[in-house]
Structures are given as C-alpha cells and as structure tokens.
C-alpha cells in the first residue's frame, strides 16, 4: 500500500509506516482506483454486515465534493471549490505536495508508541550507565554511598567518618574509621588518616584505643616523629602514668633527638645519684659514698644483674670495696619514680709487698750460719707516709694495712703459706747440709708478696733420711712374705680377707694381742705391706721403741729445725728432688703423729708413723700403698 503521509510504498499489514512512523489507518485492504494504483486487482469490499459492495459505486469515503466531480465528469456541472481554491481539472491529479499536505492535515493527531518507547528506554539506559560510572568510579558518587550505608571506598568512608565526628556521632564515626582502615591499610596517607581514628577514639571515650594507634604510628611508619611521641605523652600524662612517661619520654629523645623529650623528662624523674668517687682504677681498698641531690632514697647493686631497684639494696652508710673489678649501679627513688641508673665501674688492685730480703748471701759455708729476713716498702708505703698531717683519714687506714706485714718463712724448701712459721724478727740458724729458704711478706690487705729464695749448704753431718734401708728387725716391708711372717710371729688371733683401697689385688688381715699385720697377694704370693704395734718387745728402725720421746725419735732422722707452723703442725725435712719426707701432725692437745715417708721407684709410697701420746710414742707403724697410708 501507500503511506498516505508520506507517499512511499508500505508492505501489506503493517500498521506503522517504516520511513516516517506514522500510524496507517485502519480499513480494509483498498478497492477499485487505489487498489489499481497499488498495483492490485479490484475487488469488490465488504460492507459492515458482510455483503458486497459494487466496485462502481464507492462510498462517498472523500465528501459531498468527491461525488459532485465524479457527476460532472459525466456531463454534470461542476462544483465549485471550497475556501477559493481554484477547481481542480477534471482528470488531473494533484501533485506530490497537494498529496503530503493532504496526508498529514488528515494524520495531525496520530502518535507513534514504539518510537517513543524505544527512545525512553535509550534514554534510561543511558541514564543508568551514567548513574552506575557516578556512583562507581567519582569520589561524590562513593562518598553518597557511604552515607546510604552502601559499600564504599577508602577514601569515601574516611571523609564519612569524619562529618559524623563532625557531627557527634561518636560511634558511627569510630566504627566507619575502622571499617576504612581494615579496608585499605597501606595507603600513602595513612599517617594522617590513623591520626583521624585516634582523635575519634579519645572523642569517643577510648583514649586506651588511641594510645594503641600511636604507638602503632612510632613503631612502624613514624619512628621519628615527635609529634606522635607528644600525642601518647599527653595521653600518659593525663593518666598520671610518670614511669611509663618517663620512659616514654627516654624513647622519644633517642629516637628523634628533640632536646624537649630529655628536658621534660629531667624535670618529672629524680635526678641520677653520684659517688664519691670517680671511676678508673684504685691501688687501695676504697669507701665509696653515694648522694641524692634531691635527698630521695638510693637502691644500689654491686653488679651488672639485677633490676633497680627491686633488687636493690637501700643505701645506708658507705660501701666497702676491696680488690677486684666492681660494678657499682644505684638509682634515686622519689614515690613511684626512678631516676636514670648511675653506673661506674672500679678496678681496684692493691699494691703487693715487695718480697722480703734475707741478710745472708746464698752459698756455701763452713759452719752453721744465721739469717736475719726484713721487708722493704713499697714506693706508695713511702709517698703516704710522706704526706704526713696530709693525709686523709682514708688514707691513713690505707697506709696502716699496708705496714702491717707478716713474713712467712720455710727452710724445707716448700713455698711459704699462710700456715707456715712466722718469723718473728730473730735471727733462724740454718741446719747442717743443704737447705732452700723462702720466704713471703702478706700486708693488712692480705696481698702476698712474691717469693724469695735463698740457698744455702753448711759443711756439717747430718742425719739420713728415712729410707729403703730402715726396716724392723723381724721383717722387710714388701718383701717378706705371709709363711715367713707367721713362723716368726706365730699363728694370728684371727685371719681374714679384706679390702683395702690403698694397695691392688687382695689382702689378708692377721690380728694379734700386740697389733696386725696386712698382705696382699704378689706373684711371689702373699707379701707384708702394712705392720702396727704397739708393743715395747717390738723395736722400729733406727732401734726406735714405745715409750721414746718426740725429741728421741726426731734425733734420729734429718730434722732441719723448723719451727712450729700455725695449725702445730711441724716440717721436719721436704726433699723433692730425691722423694722424701718428713712431718709432724698435731691431732689434738694430747695427742701427735710423725711421718717419715720416701716414694719406691714403683711408685708405692712407704710411710713409717710414730704415734705419740703426752710426746711419747705408743704405737709405731709402717705402711705401704699408692697413698701411703697414716
């Protein structure tokens, strides 16, 4: 068909014209002269109740005019025209312009749904993208999202949070803070925005919350800032919290280096105790007092463990340091605050007598000789006593301690102890033979000098030694054997095995009225290695006997006349070169004990003893063994 609006050809059935949209009017398809103009046969058209209308007389469907012209085109007269128009030829047809003029004053009040609907839902759709693309991609858009209580950025819930700490919405901004942060934790500005979470938390009520966000700030990202210092010394100051400000505040001045932490933290604590003494090294003993400027408490430690001042000790009067290396730490303690820790060290070692000096020249003599020993000062002895009416009081107890010498002496060529015999100023006559005197010099301090030796050889006889050659006259120690033994002594009391440390293999034990005697077993069978008596019928060697006295028995062997040592013990002779041996022991008040021992070249050593009562002997014994027995 034709689109009588715009005169372009239209498919059949359609309702809306493709080219310019306008609604076709509804009738059935076109008879007669419009059917032939489209090109299709004519049919005759249905009335409305269904019957056949003749092709030759249409209805008058275009007016009175229509059928008026059609009249006189068959020999009628013509109509004249409406409104002026100039008459239409008969048999012309008007023109496309008369046409789309006539078409649209006879569609003026048709509307085109679908173009107006598919235009509508283009421009939601547009509308929807760019709603979408605002919401999703603008700050604006994420900002109206979070306050809708949608999800949102970062940045959008920050700038939230802070209209609602704005506003007083303590909670909700506290609580928007933390979502944005859990959400974006390293963003370039953190710094700031943390800052923002604390500021809420304190608002909020939660200044613990917002200490916890500044220390978070100097631990990590802001390790040199004093401005976060400050935030959480403010904090600990309005929470009275001094000792952890105090620290705080020893933090802060390390890390950032601003003087203000050092100056603030000068004026909250004590100030730090000081010595009496300064630091370094000491020759003498030293009294060290320590001060409070402030007066407060002092707690001091004499070493490098242990905290101040829990294990402190409170400080009463001067601390006392002899020699060595002292650590000396000590803090002022005003209520619940410490002061800085006070730490000095001293090495403190105090000046060695100088080794006594012997008045006989070392060498050999003709005769017995006599030795005087003297100490010599040192030269700090000298300089304190030179200061005289000078001198401290200190320093006088120094200079007491170090003239109060004692000089210890030996002839046995033993180095001296603190046991050995003291010599008392006499002279001390050296013994017959061959003799090494040594002899040191302990000052108040109990510091020991070094050593002085001193040989000497006096051309005179003396007794031997103690050795393989002095045997009892009824038997050889480590050489007779158990079936010898018995023949002289006769059959035991009693015999049994035993054990014995002292010597290898195993012993036998012979108990008689007057004593015992002890084998052990050799390859050679059983073999005497020990022997005790108490019988005046049995003589020891040298014809030594019970009931001598010490002085008897002592005269027969080398006895370098040595006095007494501290303990009553005495050295008789001390031979190491050629292993042998002398001593008395002093048991008890009543009772002693002399020792003459020499070492086998199998190593066993033998040991005769004397056994004393009231100085006289009443048992003697002799023994074998790696120890040597007693």
Same mark, same amino acid.
Request: charge should be negative.
């Given at each position: 068909?034709?689109?009588?609006?715009?005169?372009?050809?239209?498919?059949?059935?359609?309702?809306?014209? #493709?080219?310019?949209?306008?609604?076709?009017?509804?009738?059935?398809?076109?008879?007669?002269?419009?059917?032939?103009?489209?090109?299709?046969?004519?049919?005759?058209?249905?009335?409305?109740?269904?019957?056949?209308?003749?092709?030759?007389?249409? #209805?008058?469907?275009?007016?009175?005019?229509?059928?008026?012209?059609?009249?006189?085109?068959?020999? =009628?007269?013509?109509?004249? /025209?409406?409104?002026?128009?100039? /008459?239409?030829?008969?048999?012309?047809? #008007?023109?496309?312009?008369? $046409?789309?003029?006539?078409?649209?004053?006879?569609?003026?009040?048709?509307? &085109?749904?679908?173009?107006?609907?598919?235009?509508?839902?283009?421009?939601?759709?547009?509308?929807?993208?760019?709603? %979408?693309? %605002?919401?999703? %991609?603008?700050? /604006?858009?994420?900002?109206?999202?979070?306050?809708?209580?949608?999800?949102?950025?970062?940045?959008?819930?920050?700038?939230?949070?802070?209209?609602?700490?704005?506003?007083?919405?303590?909670?909700?901004?506290?609580?928007?803070?933390?979502?944005?942060?859990?959400?974006?934790? !390293?963003?370039?500005?953190?710094?700031?925005?943390?800052?923002?979470?604390?500021?809420?938390?304190?608002?909020?009520?939660? #200044?613990?919350?917002? !200490?916890?966000?500044?220390?978070?700030?100097?631990?990590?990202?802001?390790?040199?800032?004093?401005?976060?210092?400050?935030?959480?010394? $403010?904090?600990?100051?309005?929470?009275?919290?001094?000792?952890?400000?105090?620290?705080?505040?020893?933090?802060?001045?390390?890390?950032? *280096?601003?003087?203000?932490?050092?100056?603030?933290?000068?004026?909250?604590?004590?100030?730090?105790?000081?010595?009496?003494?300064?630091?370094?090294?000491?020759?003498?003993?030293?009294?060290?007092?320590?001060?409070?400027?402030?007066?407060? !408490?002092?707690?001091?430690?004499?070493?490098?463990?242990?905290?101040?001042?829990?294990?402190?000790?409170?400080?009463?009067?001067?601390?006392?340091?002899?020699?060595?290396?002292?650590?000396?730490?000590?803090?002022?303690?005003?209520?619940?605050?410490?002061?800085?820790?006070?730490?000095?060290?001293?090495? @403190?070692?105090?000046?060695?007598?100088?080794?006594?000096?012997?008045?006989?020249?070392?060498?050999?003599?003709?005769?017995?000789?006599?030795?005087?020993?003297?100490?010599?000062?040192?030269?700090?002895?000298?300089?304190?006593?030179?200061?005289?009416?000078?001198?401290?009081?200190? !320093?006088?107890?120094?200079?007491?301690?170090?003239?109060?010498?004692?000089?210890?002496?030996?002839?046995?060529?033993?180095?001296?102890?603190?046991?050995?015999?003291?010599?008392?100023?006499?002279?001390?006559?050296?013994?017959?033979?061959?003799?090494?005197?040594?002899?040191?010099?302990?000052?108040?301090?109990?510091?020991?000098?070094?050593?002085?030796?001193?040989?000497?050889?006096?051309?005179?006889? +003396?007794?031997?030694? +103690?050795?393989?050659?002095?045997?009892?006259?009824?038997?050889?120690?480590?050489?007779?054997?158990?079936?010898?033994?018995?023949?002289? +002594?006769?059959?035991?009391?009693?015999?049994?095995? @035993?054990?014995?440390?002292?010597?290898?293999?195993?012993?036998?034990?012979?108990?008689?009225?007057? *004593?015992?005697?002890?084998?052990?077993?050799?390859?050679?069978?059983?073999?005497?290695?020990?022997?005790?008596?108490?019988?005046?019928? @049995?003589?020891?060697?040298?014809?030594?006997?019970?009931?001598?006295?010490?002085?008897?028995?002592?005269?027969?062997?080398?006895?370098?006349?040595?006095?007494?040592?501290?303990?009553?013990?005495?050295?008789?002779?001390?031979?190491?070169?050629?292993?042998?041996?002398? =001593? =008395?022991?002093?048991?008890?008040?009543?009772?002693?004990?002399?020792?003459?021992?020499? @070492?086998?070249?199998?190593?066993?050593?033998?040991?005769?003893?004397?056994?004393?009562? &009231?100085?006289?002997?009443?048992?003697?014994?002799?023994?074998?063994?790696?120890?040597?027995?007693?």
């Amino acid at each position: 068909m034709i689109c009588e609006h715009c005169g372009n050809f239209v498919p059949d059935g359609s309702m809306v014209c #493709p080219q310019c949209g306008t609604q076709l009017a509804t009738r059935t398809r076109e008879t007669g002269l419009a059917a032939r103009r489209q090109g299709r046969p004519d049919r005759p058209r249905e009335d409305k109740q269904g019957s056949q209308m003749p092709v030759d007389n249409p #209805p008058d469907a275009y007016g009175a005019d229509y059928a008026r012209r059609r009249a006189g085109s068959e020999g =009628m007269r013509p109509v004249a /025209p409406k409104n002026g128009a100039q /008459p239409m030829k008969m048999g012309a047809r #008007p023109s496309g312009r008369e $046409r789309q003029l006539k078409g649209r004053r006879g569609h003026r009040g048709m509307i &085109n749904w679908a173009l107006l609907g598919t235009v509508l839902l283009g421009v939601l759709i547009v509308a929807g993208v760019g709603a %979408f693309a %605002f919401f999703r %991609f603008t700050d /604006p858009g994420q900002l109206i999202l979070a306050r809708m209580g949608r999800e949102a950025n970062a940045t959008a819930l920050w700038t939230y949070g802070q209209e609602l700490l704005d506003q007083g919405y303590l909670d909700r901004s506290v609580a928007t803070f933390e979502k944005a942060y859990a959400q974006e934790p !390293e963003r370039e500005d953190i710094y700031n925005r943390l800052f923002q979470l604390a500021d809420a938390y304190e608002a909020a009520g939660r #200044p613990a919350d917002a !200490e916890a966000v500044y220390v978070q700030l100097y631990s990590t990202i802001a390790e040199n800032d004093p401005e976060v210092y400050r935030q959480v010394a $403010r904090l600990m100051e309005s929470q009275d919290r001094r000792m952890e400000l105090a620290a705080l505040l020893k933090l802060a001045y390390e890390k950032t *280096g601003d003087n203000y932490f050092r100056r603030e933290r000068e004026t909250l604590l004590p100030a730090t105790p000081t010595a009496s003494q300064e630091a370094g090294s000491r020759k003498f003993e030293q009294d060290v007092e320590l001060m409070s400027p402030e007066g407060y !408490e002092i707690y001091y430690v004499l070493s490098d463990e242990g905290q101040l001042p829990e294990d402190g000790i409170l400080y009463t009067e001067p601390i006392h340091l002899g020699e060595g290396i002292h650590v000396v730490r000590a803090v002022a303690v005003s209520s619940d605050l410490v002061s800085d820790e006070m730490r000095i060290t001293y090495s @403190i070692s105090i000046t060695r007598p100088t080794a006594p000096y012997a008045s006989l020249a070392p060498g050999v003599y003709e005769k017995r000789q006599r030795i005087w020993l003297k100490y010599i000062p040192t030269e700090d002895e000298v300089l304190l006593e030179q200061k005289g009416d000078r001198r401290t009081d200190q !320093e006088s107890a120094i200079l007491s301690k170090l003239k109060d010498i004692t000089i210890y002496y030996t002839l046995d060529s033993q180095t001296p102890t603190s046991n050995s015999p003291i010599y008392t100023g006499e002279s001390v006559l050296l013994p017959p033979g061959k003799s090494m005197v040594k002899a040191i010099a302990v000052n108040g301090f109990g510091k020991v000098s070094n050593v002085m030796e001193r040989t000497y050889e006096i051309k005179q006889s +003396f007794r031997l030694y +103690f050795s393989e050659s002095d045997n009892f006259n009824e038997f050889t120690i480590m050489v007779t054997d158990l079936d010898d033994f018995m023949r002289k +002594f006769g059959s035991p009391r009693e015999q049994r095995e @035993i054990q014995d440390d002292t010597i290898d293999g195993d012993a036998i034990l012979l108990t008689y009225d007057w *004593g015992e005697a002890r084998f052990y077993m050799t390859e050679k069978g059983y073999v005497i290695y020990s022997f005790e008596t108490s019988s005046g019928a @049995i003589n020891g060697p040298r014809k030594t006997k019970i009931g001598m006295s010490e002085t008897d028995v002592t005269s027969l062997y080398r006895d370098l006349g040595m006095v007494h040592n501290q303990d009553g013990s005495r050295s008789l002779y001390h031979d190491d070169q050629n292993r042998k041996y002398a =001593m =008395m022991y002093h048991l008890s008040a009543f009772s002693d004990r002399i020792d003459y021992s020499y @070492i086998r070249q199998d190593s066993l050593t033998v040991t005769l003893s004397y056994y004393l009562e &009231n100085s006289r002997v009443v048992r003697i014994g002799i023994h074998s063994g790696n120890n040597g027995g007693s």
